[in-house]
């Protein structure tokens, strides 16, 4: 297996993407710190794991939090082997319209959770010698959507700190890789949906924005995190792997 006996943190791992992931590196041998800010969800998905799962409540813009959650994993299994740094959110708005308070808190949730998760384990997989850090971009950091101007702002500065950080840390065996995904069917837009005066035709509109007429769905990126969690990566770092059915080509703007 894939990772077998390795140790890993994934964070927003209560649902979509993260559960995904979470569940997948089980699977393939991993022992998972299940991290989550709603700590029942990350305990639902450490049950369904099993023994070699521990759920960790967390608000990753949080130093206090984060240190602990780290040195919790640290106690437990002596080692960090992955860090995937997923924790995220988005809401509607531009320069104009978004509130001052909702663009602080997406830039500390995306970019700030990513320096302060990596601020504790960089340490500890640099004394190890190894260690694979992957973050959760967005195709949205190559090809803008409108009225989402702090989530495009925050995924971009995820893509650039992705890179800045495979530069800093290689010496110390560490790779730092992202993921780009598109837009996934995850319980995030499942509520959107809902809410929609015309839910069919929303999901028909997110659907035609991918190449492939489709939206995404978690078990797809979870895919490409285990290949750049893995070993099977061992010469990436650096990289943005974009998963995104084809968004970010241009495809999306024809209906």
């Known amino acids: 297996m894939d990772l077998e006996s390795k140790v890993c943190v994934v964070t927003g791992a209560g649902s979509g993407i993260g559960r995904a992931t979470a569940e997948l590196f089980a699977r393939q041998g991993a022992k998972v710190g299940v991290v989550d800010v709603n700590i029942d969800a990350a305990r639902d998905v450490a049950r369904d794991i099993g023994t070699d799962a521990i759920p960790l409540k967390a608000d990753v813009s949080s130093s206090a939090e984060v240190e602990a959650l780290v040195r919790s994993v640290k106690e437990k299994w002596g080692r960090i082997d ?37 601020k504790y384990v960089v340490p500890i997989m640099a004394e190890q010698g190894s260690g694979s850090i992957i973050n959760t971009t967005s195709y949205t950091a190559v090809s803008a959507i409108a009225n989402r101007t702090a989530y495009v702002a925050s995924k971009g500065a995820i893509s650039a700190l992705t890179r800045a950080m495979a530069l800093d840390h290689a010496k110390d065996g560490i790779r730092v890789n992202a993921v780009a995904p598109g837009t996934i069917d995850s319980p995030y837009f499942t509520k959107i949906f809902a809410e929609a005066a015309d839910p069919q035709a929303l999901r028909e509109d997110f659907n035609a924005r991918a190449a492939l007429h489709r939206m995404g769905n978690p078990e797809e990126i979870a895919e490409a995190m285990l290949f750049l969690a893995s070993d099977r990566s061992r010469f990436a770092t650096g990289s943005i792997l974009t998963v995104d059915g084809g968004s970010s080509i241009g495809n999306h703007l024809v209906r």
């Open 82 to 118: 992955v860090l995937v740094n997923n924790a995220g959110f988005g809401m509607t708005g531009n320069v104009t319209t978004i509130a001052e308070s909702d663009w602080d808190r997406i830039m500390a949730v995306n970019v700030k959770g990513i320096f302060l998760c990596s």
